[in-house]
């Protein structure tokens, strides 16, 4: 596979699938997380494994996070 795959190359849709699982805000308000990524077809497991994380960890919503003042994360 190629290391940066296009849509011209053979690799591109190996790992079509992916989901992007939000966690928590930085101390800045910046948010993180992480993605799943798997093969083609295999969405509805993204999506179970995604329910699954907030189910055990909700997610904080943005809209609902404590204001950050502008000197955070210094």
């Given at each position: 596979m190629p290391t940066n795959?296009?849509?011209e190359s053979e690799g591109w849709s190996y790992w079509p699938t992916a989901v992007s699982v939000p966690m928590r805000l930085s101390r800045s308000g910046v948010p993180n997380g992480f993605m799943l990524s798997a093969e083609k077809g295999k969405e509805r497991l993204l999506l179970e494994l995604a329910y699954?994380?907030?189910q055990a960890r909700p997610f904080l919503r943005i809209q609902d996070?404590?204001?950050v003042s502008a000197d955070a994360g210094r």
């Open positions: 795959p296009s849509p699954e994380i907030e996070a404590a204001p």
